[in-house]
């Protein structure tokens, strides 16, 4: 049974930083992709960032871009999302997801296990 656990999440003020944790279980976890997305309520789910297991290469959506970093440990078989210069936008639940295909065939689609999430909430 495939499992993510996603973790780190928190409360910090405008341009503080947070880690977001993603341990995963259940599956061969190299040559894989992983990523991390986003949601507010009453609004469609984002991505947020992506790594091929691999080789970790790498993809962020323009809006995160130069502040959040995307990165893995594959003795842990954990993906983790480095957070720095927050802002009240990026305020939401973050979720972990992973697929076994090519992570950059279609960024961002095709991603069929999911972890439960973990509020991030940034205040001005």
């Known amino acids: 049974q495939v499992q993510l656990v996603d973790s780190g999440g928190g409360s910090v003020q405008a341009g503080g930083s947070l880690r977001l944790s993603c341990a995963a279980s259940g599956y061969t976890y190299s040559s894989n992709c992983m990523g991390w997305f986003r949601q507010v309520p009453g609004k469609e789910r984002e991505g947020v960032a992506v790594?091929?297991?691999?080789?970790?290469?790498?993809h962020y959506a323009d809006s995160v871009k130069g502040r959040f970093t995307i990165s893995q440990d594959n003795a842990k078989n954990t993906v983790y999302l480095q957070m720095n210069s927050l802002k009240p936008e990026d305020t939401a639940m973050y979720y972990c997801?992973?697929?076994?295909?090519?992570?950059?065939?279609?960024?961002?689609?095709?991603?069929?296990?999911w972890g439960q999430g973990t509020q991030v909430t940034v205040s001005s």
């Open positions: 790594i091929d297991t691999g080789d970790d290469t790498t």
């Open positions: 997801a992973g697929h076994g295909g090519n992570c950059f065939a279609s960024v961002f689609w095709g991603f069929a296990y």
